[in-house]
């Protein structure tokens, strides 16, 4: 028999990295299924490892690794962009620290060049909880129609975790599809994006479907639309200012709050 057969497995759970208790930036004004605080750590070998070992991210997967991060159990798919991105850069901060390296194409248009550089997150993201209630729903008046003699109002919603899925696997669909039939690509981002955003269409002497709303937008309209809850601030955001090293121009990058950061 195996000396070491009768041995009992030694659970190592307490070996996990430390938890850390972080304020999302709803600051629990958005929903009652949504907590004010939650208790992060970072991923450990194993599960940075499991994420990059084909050298993309599955975004599934990817939320998989960061739900066994959190210590309370919580849907993050059902969490809006705001709150996960806190998440993902918290979670992204305890795993590997603030140094980040990132690509960038110079932002000078006579030079263009794409070139690697390292910054600190720490140094470049801004967190600002909110103060009042969250609308999740707002409706929007588009001038342009009115001028033309609709008055026509456009319900929007606050975009989830789920929503930008949603998208993104519409998206890659329809890629897939328009590939293997040879065919022209018939779905954009932007629309994909758009139909997620409107809930309802209302003061059209009939019923107008949201394909049709959009093929007539104009690109003021859809700002309008993807900018509803731009006077209710908070979230996290963050821009590092990298040196091009061929023509020294000073450049703005934005920090992307998603699964790129763990890449």
């Known amino acids: 028999m195996n000396?070491?057969?009768s041995l009992q497995p030694i659970d190592l759970s307490a070996l996990l990295p430390a938890y850390h208790e972080i304020t999302l930036?709803?600051?629990?004004?958005?929903s009652?299924?949504?907590?004010?605080?939650l208790n992060i750590r970072g991923m450990t070998v194993k599960e940075l490892k499991h994420l990059t070992a084909s050298g993309k991210l599955d975004k599934t997967i990817f939320d998989s690794c960061l739900s066994g991060c959190i210590k309370e159990s919580i849907d993050l798919s059902s969490l809006i962009l705001e709150d996960y991105n806190y998440i993902v850069y918290m979670c992204r901060l305890?795993?590997?620290g603030p140094n980040v390296s990132a690509i960038h194409v110079c932002d000078n248009p006579s030079c263009r060049q794409q070139f690697k550089f390292s910054y600190n997150i720490s140094d470049c993201v801004e967190l600002e909880l909110a103060e009042n209630t969250i609308s999740k729903?707002?409706?929007v008046n588009l001038p342009r129609f009115k001028e033309a003699g609709y008055n026509v109002?456009?319900?929007v919603k606050r975009l989830t975790r789920k929503d930008v899925i949603t998208v993104e696997k519409n998206i890659k669909a329809a890629t897939e599809l328009a590939a293997k039939l040879d065919q022209p690509l018939n779905v954009f981002p932007l629309i994909e994006l758009l139909k997620s955003y409107i809930v309802s269409i209302s003061g059209f002497s009939s019923p107008v479907p949201?394909?049709?709303?959009?093929?007539?937008?104009?690109?003021?309209?859809?700002?309008?639309?993807?900018?509803?809850?731009?006077?209710?601030i908070f979230g996290v955001k963050g821009e590092a200012k990298p040196v091009c090293p061929i023509c020294k121009t000073e450049n703005t990058y934005i920090v992307p709050f998603t699964d790129v950061f763990f890449l």
């Open 153 to 155: 109002n456009i319900e």
């Open 137 to 139: 729903t707002k409706i």
């Open 94 to 96: 305890y795993s590997s």
């Open 25 to 30: 930036p709803s600051n629990g004004l958005f």
């Open 210 to 232: 949201k394909e049709a709303l959009l093929d007539v937008l104009s690109s003021e309209d859809t700002e309008l639309i993807t900018s509803a809850f731009a006077d209710e």
């Open 3 to 5: 000396q070491f057969s």
């Open 32 to 37: 009652q299924d949504i907590p004010q605080k």
